[in-house]
C-alpha cells in the first residue's frame, strides 16, 4: 500500500516528520536532509514484494538475520545507519518495523510507485549511448538507481526498438500541447532517435536523417531531462489505457535538474499530465520554478480562476486537450501539498500554503528557494534608500 | 534635570523640526495603529527611539495624496536609523503601482516638507497587511527595490 500518512522519527537525518501526501507532494530542502531517502522508503513500503522478488533476480542478498544488510541493498552502499535502535516509522498510524521489510516471502510483487531518481543521467552508459541495466551498476549502488537504469533498458529494447517511429517527437506519446513544449524548450529541434553504428545500438538526437548527435555532446539539460521523459513514457502508455499496470505514484527527484525555467515549464506539464491521469506525484526539488508552479496552482484554486490561468501560466493553446489537462490541474480534489525538510532542526515542516507573507519565516522564504532572493533585493533596496538621492 | 533620552534623540529632533509633524512624535511604536504594530517584531523595544504616523499627521493638508504610513526611529549598534514603513495590501499588481506612487511621495514629501527626516541611515520597507500574491521573488518587487523599497513579506523584524 502506498501511504497517505507518513510518520517519521529519527529517520536518517529526519528528526521528526509527519508527512500527508496529496495528489501533488513536493519536498524541498538543503542536501542530505533525508528527502530522497524518505523518498526511496515510499517506494520501499509500497513496493516491497516488487523490491524483494527484483533484488533475488538479481543475485543481491541480504541476511534476514542483519536487517541493516537490506537497508544497504535497498538505499545503497554505507546506509545502515539511517535505520537505528531510536527509529521509528509509522505507515498511516502502523508501526513499520525493519526486520518484517527485510523477511522474505512478501507476496504481493505488483508494482505501485515508479521512481525517477534525481542519478538518471547514469541510465545511458557514455561510451555506448545505451541503457545500463541492472547488472551495469555497482552492487552498492542505491535500488531506485539501478532499477531505473533497468526499466529504460526493457522499455528501449521490449518497445521503442519495435517502432519505426523516432523516440521523440511520437504522435502517440504525450499530448501534442506537451510534445510541442518539450520539442522547443528541450530539444531545440531536434528529434531523439535510436540507431546502430556498428553493430552497437544507441540513443541520438538527430537534427537531420544524417547528423546523429551521440550523448556525450547532448547538452547537461538533455542529458538530465531524457532519460526523465522515457520514465515518464513508462507511465504515460501510448495506447488508449491512460496508466501503466498497476503503478499508482510517480516519484520524480530534482525534475529541473539542467534544465533553463523554460523548460522546467514544459517538464512540470509532464507532471500535470501524470495528475490528470490520476497518478499521485511526489518531487522533491531545489528549484523556486516548480513551487511557483505549485503556488500558482494552489492561488488559482482558492480564487476559483479559470483553466485559462493554468494553460497562460505554460502557453498552452487554446484547444480541447489543453483545456481539459488545465481544468484537471484545478481539480480541488487533488490536494497540493509541500514540505520543508530544515536542516538546523531536523524536523519535516508543512508549508503547503506557500505565503510570501506568512509569520513563518521557513514558509515565507519557501523553505530557503526565494529567502535568497528576496534577501539579495532587500540589500539593493537598502544600499539605493542609503545612496545620495532616492529616485 | 536633563531632557528624556527619547528627546534627544535624532528622530524626536527630527520629526519635531518638521512643520507638519510637530504633534505626531509617539514614544515606542505608539503611533502605529494596533494591528499594523502586530507586524513590527522588535527583541529589544529600549532600541526604539520613536515613531510618527505620516498618514494621519498630512491628511488635512494632503487629504487625496498617497500618503506614506510611518516613520519609527531606531538605534541600530550605535547609528540611529530611520525605518520608513508602509503597510499595505500586496494582494494584486495594483497593489505594486500603489506603493510604487507612495513610494514617489515619499521622496518628493523628503525633498520638500519632510526635508529635516531626509537623513540615513535609513530603510524604506512595504510590509504586506494581508496575504501576500507575490513570491519574495518575484520580479515586480524587483523594479521597487532598485528604487530602494525592501518587501517585507508579512512582518518586519527590526
Known amino acids: ?391 | 534635570m536633563g531632557k528624556p533620552s527619547h528627546k534627544k534623540s535624532r528622530f524626536y529632533q527630527a520629526v519635531t523640526a518638521t512643520p507638519a509633524l510637530v504633534s505626531a512624535y509617539c514614544p515606542g511604536l505608539k503611533a502605529l495603529q494596533p494591528a499594523d504594530k502586530a507586524k513590527i517584531i522588535c527583541r529589544n523595544s529600549k532600541k526604539l527611539t520613536g515613531s510618527a504616523c505620516l498618514d494621519k499627521a498630512l491628511k488635512q493638508a494632503m487629504p487625496n495624496d498617497p500618503r506614506w504610513d510611518y516613520a519609527i526611529g531606531y538605534q541600530r549598534d550605535r547609528t540611529e536609523e530611520i525605518v520608513w514603513v508602509e503597510v499595505h495590501p500586496a494582494d494584486s499588481g495594483k497593489a505594486i503601482r500603489e506603493v510604487g506612487k507612495k513610494l514617489d511621495w515619499l521622496t518628493n514629501w523628503l525633498a520638500g516638507g519632510g526635508q529635516a527626516m531626509n537623513y540615513t541611515p535609513r530603510r524604506l520597507v512595504w510590509v504586506a497587511s494581508g496575504r501576500s500574491s507575490f513570491s519574495n521573488n518575484d520580479p515586480k518587487l524587483r523594479s521597487l527595490r532598485q528604487r530602494g523599497l525592501e518587501f517585507a513579506g508579512g512582518h518586519l523584524e527590526l
Open chain 1, 1 to 391: 500500500m502506498i501511504p497517505r500518512r507518513l510518520q517519521l522519527r529519527n529517520f536518517g537525518p529526519v528528526k521528526s516528520g509527519d508527512i500527508r501526501f496529496g495528489a501533488l507532494t513536493v519536498f524541498i530542502g538543503p542536501q542530505a536532509t533525508g528527502k530522497s531517502l524518505t523518498l526511496q522508503l515510499v517506494k520501499l513500503l509500497a513496493d516491497t514484494g516488487a523490491i524483494h522478488e527484483t533484488l533475488k533476480r538479481y543475485g543481491v542478498d541480504w541476511k534476514t538475520g542483519q536487517p541493516s544488510t537490506f537497508i544497504n541493498a535497498v538505499f545503497g552502499e554505507g546506509t545502515e545507519g539511517i535505520w537505528k535502535e531510536s527509529t521509528r516509522v509509522e505507515s498511516d498510524g502502523e508501526q513499520v518495523r525493519l526486520h518484517t521489510l527485510a523477511k522474505r516471502g512478501h507476496r504481493n510483487s505488483e508494482e505501485r510507485v515508479f521512481y525517477i531518481p534525481a542519478q538518471r543521467v547514469l541510465a545511458i552508459n557514455p561510451q555506448s549511448g545505451w541503457f545500463r541495466g541492472f547488472y551495469d551498476y555497482r552492487p552498492g549502488d542505491p535500488f531506485v538507481v539501478r532499477d531505473f537504469g533497468e526499466k529504460l533498458r526493457q522499455l528501449a529494447e521490449e518497445e521503442l526498438l519495435r517502432s519505426s517511429e523516432a523516440v521523440f517527437p511520437q504522435k502517440k506519446r504525450l499530448k501534442k500541447a506537451i510534445r510541442d513544449a518539450l520539442l522547443e524548450a528541450i530539444f531545440g529541434g531536434f528529434s531523439l532517435q535510436l540507431e546502430a553504428t556498428m553493430g552497437q545500438r544507441r540513443i541520438v538526437l538527430r537534427a537531420d536523417e544524417n547528423t546523429s548527435l551521440p550523448f556525450t555532446v547532448w547538452s547537461a539539460g538533455q542529458r538530465e531531462f531524457i532519460p526523465l521523459l522515457l520514465g515518464a513514457y513508462h507511465l504515460l502508455p501510448p495506447s488508449r489505457t491512460s496508466r501503466q499496470g498497476s503503478i499508482e505514484l510517480a516519484i520524480i527527484e530534482e525534475i529541473e535538474m539542467g534544465l533553463h525555467p523554460r523548460a522546467i515549464s514544459a517538464a512540470m506539464l509532464v507532471v500535470l499530465d501524470l495528475l490528470q491521469r490520476n497518478y499521485q506525484v511526489c518531487l522533491s526539488t531545489h528549484s523556486p520554478y516548480v513551487l511557483d508552479v505549485t503556488w500558482a496552482l494552489r492561488r488559482f484554486r482558492e480564487t476559483q480562476a479559470g483553466e485559462e490561468f493554468v494553460r497562460a501560466l505554460f502557453g498552452l493553446p487554446s484547444n480541447a486537450e489543453a483545456k481539459k489537462l488545465a481544468e484537471a490541474a484545478l481539480d480541488p480534489n487533488k490536494e497540493l501539498k509541500v514540505y520543508y525538510f530544515e536542516k538546523e532542526t531536523g524536523l519535516v515542516r508543512d508549508i503547503s500554503d506557500l505565503d510570501p507573507a506568512s509569520e513563518q519565516d521557513f514558509e515565507a522564504g519557501w523553505g530557503g528557494l526565494t529567502e535568497f532572493s528576496g534577501h539579495v533585493g532587500n540589500l539593493v533596496a537598502r544600499a539605493v534608500a542609503n545612496g545620495k538621492a532616492l529616485s
